[in-house]
């Protein structure tokens, strides 16, 4: 059990002022062999200097420094890519997250799950942060179907695999659980501490919330739909197209009848809706094409969950 890793991976901008702390809370919570991987996003304030001198005190703190703030999810990805250790955990580097949690979440990937996820169910943050947040995981858990109480939190543990087979980009930091779902991986939730902040100020602003409506209908589509887009495109391409079929049945029985219909708006959104229908069943039916192909030439392993022979 000792020959255990666990890797810290810890973006930061601008806390330089809770790095030492943060790293000292870490080393004498861990309780294994360790990693520190600290990312630098560009910070202005001396942070790397403080993660350079502690790589001289400890050479398991590692160091990736971003030429400037590419955001928390570039910043994560990189952190995956370097990892070697068998369990990885993301913290912040404000000192909100608790280091005396980690035992916690190591005890929890070791009941047989593979992502364990924060809850910080006395969340000491602004009350105009509190509200968006709290409904923001409202929205989040009820389009993905993951049942989680806090998406936003940054405090997760997960097995190496997990994070070796996720693409994090944009955003998509908060939706790491529903990408790991969609793959089939356990997924657990722990209450933990959560602290004012000491040091600075939050970094984020309410334009995230912004981004972040719109990675929810990203997530949306593809915790459904990833793998079957013709369900998605088709269904538009069938209400669509049944739409325009009734208008034009309707304007066909009128032509019938004697009435003019030449110049009647209908028929042009008839013909548009027809149209529409047609072009979102071919969408399906390409997208069902890349899929298959994508899916034969990049099997994925992170389906698999045991192997014999």
């Known amino acids: 059990m000792n020959t255990k890793l666990i890797s810290f991976i810890i973006p930061c901008y601008d806390e330089s002022e809770s790095l030492e702390l943060l790293y000292q809370g870490i080393v004498a919570n861990v309780g294994y062999e360790y990693e520190i991987i600290i990312i630098d996003n560009g910070s202005t304030d001396g942070s790397r200097e403080i993660i ?4 001289e005190q400890d050479e398991k703190v590692k160091l990736i420094a971003f030429r400037r703030n590419f955001g928390k999810a570039a910043a994560q990805a990189a952190g995956f890519r370097m990892a070697t250790g068998n369990i990885v955990i993301t913290m912040d580097g404000d000192l909100q997250d608790d280091p005396v949690e980690i035992p916690n979440f190591i005890a929890k990937i070791e009941e047989g799950y593979d992502v364990v996820s924060g809850w910080k169910y006395h969340r000491h943050d602004p009350l105009e942060k509190r509200l968006p947040s709290k409904l923001f995981n409202k929205v989040v858990a009820k389009l993905s179907g993951v049942k989680l109480h806090d998406f936003n939190c940054g405090y997760k543990a997960y097995r190496v695999e997990v994070v070796k087979s996720i693409n994090v980009y944009g955003e998509l930091h908060r939706y790491i659980p529903v990408l790991v779902d969609r793959k089939g991986f356990r997924i657990a939730e ?7 902040r000491q040091f600075g100020k939050s970094k984020y602003g309410w334009e995230r919330y912004l981004r972040g409506l719109f990675d929810s209908i990203s997530i949306a589509y593809l915790s459904k739909y990833y793998d079957k887009p013709m369900h998605f495109f088709g269904r538009l391409g069938l209400i669509s197209g049944f739409i325009g079929f009734v208008i034009g049945a309707g304007l066909t029985i009128d032509w019938f009848r004697g009435n003019p219909i030449g110049g009647r708006p209908l028929l042009m959104l008839a013909v548009l809706l027809i149209l529409v229908g047609l072009q979102f069943i071919s969408m399906g039916i ?17 389906h698999v969950e045991e192997r014999l022979g």
Do not use: P, Q, S, W
Request: hydrophobic share 35%; glycine share 4%; aromatic share 8%.
């Open 52 to 55: 350079r001198k502690l790589h």
């Open 190 to 196: 722990i209450k933990v501490t959560h602290h004012a």
């Open 286 to 302: 390409i997208g069902e094409i890349i899929v298959d192909r994508n899916y034969k030439a990049n099997y994925d392993e992170a």
